[in-house]
């Protein structure tokens, strides 16, 4: 690897800091002071550390050194102390006074703001250091492997609260009326893992598991909506302390909810931030999708405080493992406590496709590159390091054996714990638990860009399996290959077969004893790539499809869609496919279906034959519908009533069903009138109600939205808010993002809606002539999500006005996104183009 220009000098490495910070949240300022203690492992006259918007008022070093000038690079985020003297090797203490400002960028120290029950509002002050954003509160040596410890004091106005990463040791009235605190000395730790809030907040009473105390922290006027936040603490925190066999590292494990927030949540040791939609939770309210979100976010946030702070990547490019790690084993966490929510089938339908639709890509990134900007560290945050990387890791994970991935796991833990590791160092320990040779598989996958297509064929004595790239823009002249993990499943003669097989290279035949009937290979839906059955092949399966497990059946199905997407079938190979599931009872593999023919409807479908297109969905869904009626009952399993609402918001949304959308409109009147109704249906009839809404339910959306009183239920009218495409009340909702009525953490998603929506266009236009203003409303790492909904925006002349804007208008942090969203265009105008004849045909021969 070459020389980073990004990362400090390693002459000098702190071991230990004294913070204190002072808050006024009137000004919305801070003064500070540090101690570092200092190891300097090379003569020098300077010392180099980071340090950004905040002003350096005094600096000492110990041993009677004169720090003669301080010396600031904004575009490095560094700060250089020049010494009056030359030093020699040795430890020394290092003295820093400075300021800085709470700002409103969600990032560094920044200030959040909300309302009570009773209308008055309070401001706080919360911190986001990751990944580059401790410099912005005290000045420090801020890269993830200068691992140090650390002891915080604070000061806040009296009837305030403050925390951070450790516990509190005592709280002291001062002379001013303000109020000390002071927290333990922490682990060894990064930079990026520290935190530090202020503010009108209530705790629950802690809980002690294994020893460890637990709390859920919320907004003063929330504790009674944490039940369900605490049992899935208590529990990710009991599962995962058994999983990796390690006792939990730090002192006190906090759960906080904050009002205004740029990511899901932050993994800080001991005090972990969210948004407060996952941790302010009304049971009677929460749709199965909420309680899973809030379920996977902490057991994602647990999984951390071992893999991640405990053992932390050297550098950034070594993030994704971190990201990628904490989501598999968020799944597993979630697998265990809620079994009759599938997850595994879940992730299928959300994760995998979510990674899929960015690897498919020729301008998708490996896995794993090298990081040599700072604005290239907010963009591995992102589908693959989160989604491949968990996809990647969960195939690995069943072809080895869950127990010897669990023991490798556990190995690399405790070699490394406090320490910093680089990816090879897991993979390492992953081969000493492991027949199969895990660093040469998983580096195919790591290193290289993309996914395969496996492509499967019967031939003499077996089966042949040969692999490409799949890409949704196909590239004949791409000859990467991967080393497969793949598992088969099947029956030859009558008799059932399983076998494991490591594909490395172009093709290889599996040999069998006996004719085959019928074979699956993605056996169990665990590999990371798109299969495709020769003709009797796929008949063979069809014929047996109630053989087939769930996660196969659906990877069916998204197998069959993606290759519509990139040409190789049509839609109407799709159309007969989805034909022949009317009797499916998994929401998954009805939420695949329904959202193949959604991207159909969007892209492809000529308003000459709309009426037949619905007749076509009407005739699907609704025998399922019917099958699990209109009403929720006793005996409705969590996907039951999650798919009763799919099929609900398909019939209202995709069929445009008349009485559907009436009986929605009818609900939704009960719901605002405060009637009980079951959160699945709520949910389905408000999106129904707002697709097919106008003026007067845009307006009772909107004050619905701002008078709500529980975060969920304000996600839930604000998504509704955004749904309603009319044309004043699109750009209405517009100028609400631009001029701050929508929460600045919002926005990003907000638009994105917008674009995808059938005012699309419409949307476009008006933020091209206030760019500006879009921009402004999302700070920090929320600007690389603008341009998330541009690829709905296929109409050609639409989309031309698209790639002119980013051509003119080039965004840095946001550069890798843009050129991904742009190629994800290009595939569906070429699907629009393709296959608009195709259905056009098929739908007037109906």
Known sequence: MSENPFRLPRYAAPAHYDIRLELDLETFTFVGSVGIDLEIAEATEALVLNAAEVEIKSATLSG?????????????????????????????????????????????????????????????????????????????????????????????????????????????????????????KTMKMSTYLLAFIAGSFEATEPRMVRGTPIRIIVPKGNLHLTDIAME??????????????????????????????????????????YRDAYLIIDPEKASQGELQASLDVIGHEVAHQWFGNLVTMAWWEGAWLNEAFASFMELKATDAMRPEWKRWLAFAN??????????????TRPIEFEVTAPEEVDQMFDAITYGKGSAVLHMIDEFI?????????????????????????????????????????????????????????????????SQRRYLVIPDETDTTIWKVPVQLRGEAGGEAFETKFLLEDDEAVIEMDGSIDWVVANAGGHGFYRTSYAGELFEALLAHVDSLGDNERYALVSDTLGLVRNGQLSTTNFFDLASRFVDE????????????????????????????????????????????????????????????????????????????????????????????????????????????????????????????????????????????????????????????????????????????????????????????????????????RVAEGISALSQPEVAASVRGHFAEHPLPEARRAIEQNLEKLDANIALRVRETPVVREYFSRS
């Open 401 to 465: 054996g869950v127990e010897n991935f669990r023991t490798g796991v556990g190995n690399y833990l405790r070699e490394h714990a406090y320490a910093n590791t680089v990816t090879g160092d897991l993979w390492e320990g992953l081969d000493g638990a492991s027949e199969y040779p895990v660093s040469d598989i998983m580096n195919t996958w790591v290193y290289q860009r993309g996914f395969p297509q496996i492509d499967a064929k019967l031939v003499s004595g077996g089966v042949r399996l």
């Open 232 to 273: 899935n603490a208590i529990f990710c925190f009991e599962y995962l302390s058994d999983y990796y066999g390690i006792p939990y590292p730090s002192d006190k494990l906090d759960h906080i909810a904050i009002p205004d927030f740029a990511a899901g949540a932050m993994e800080n040791v001991g005090l972990i931030t």
């Open 585 to 784: 009872e998994e929401q998954a593999i009805w939420s695949v279906i329904t959202g193949g023919l959604g991207l159909i409807e969007h892209h492809a479908l000529d308003d000459a034959v709309r009426a037949e297109f619905e007749s076509f969905v009407t005739d699907l869904v609704t025998p399922a519908l019917a099958r699990l009626g209109w009403d929720a009952r006793e005996s409705d399993t969590d996907l039951d009533r999650k798919l009763r609402g799919d099929l609900i918001a398909t019939l209202g949304n995709l069929a445009t069903d008349g009485d559907a959308i009436d009986r929605c409109r009818s609900l939704v009147e009960k719901l605002l009138a405060g009637e009980p109704l079951d959160p699945e249906i709520a949910t389905s009839a408000l999106s129904v109600y707002a697709r097919n809404g106008g003026a007067d339910e845009y307006k009772t959306l909107w004050k619905v939205y701002n008078t709500a009183s529980t975060p969920l239920d304000k996600v839930r009218y604000l998504r509704a808010v955004a749904t309603v495409a009319s044309e004043p009340e699109v750009l209405a909702t517009l100028d609400k993002i631009v001029e701050g009525d929508v929460r600045t953490q919002d926005a990003f998603w907000v638009f994105a809606r917008l674009l995808m929506g059938k005012g699309g266009p419409l949307a476009w236009e008006s933020a091209r002539a206030q760019w500006e203003g879009i921009l402004g409303a999302m700070p920090g790492m929320t600007r690389t």
């Open 350 to 363: 959300l994760e995998v496709p979510w990674a899929m639709g960015t690897d498919q890509l020729a301008s």
């Open 64 to 184: 009677g050194v004169d720090i003669t000038e301080i010396v600031y690079d904004d575009e490095m985020e560094r700060a250089t102390l020049a010494l009056g003297s030359r030093v020699d090797p040795g430890n020394y203490r290092l003295e820093l006074e400075y300021s800085g400002a709470i700002n409103d960028q969600l990032r560094g120290l920044y200030r959040s703001v909300y309302e009570d029950a009773e209308g008055n509002e309070h401001v706080l002050a919360t911190s986001q250091c990751q990944s580059t954003d401790a410099r912005r509160i005290f000045p420090c040596w801020d890269e993830p492997d200068f691992k140090a410890t650390y002891q915080t004091t604070m000061v806040v106005a009296e009837r305030l609260e403050a925390y951070s990463n450790t516990a509190e040791l005592e709280r002291v009235g001062l002379s001013d009326g303000r109020v000390e605190f002071r927290f333990d």
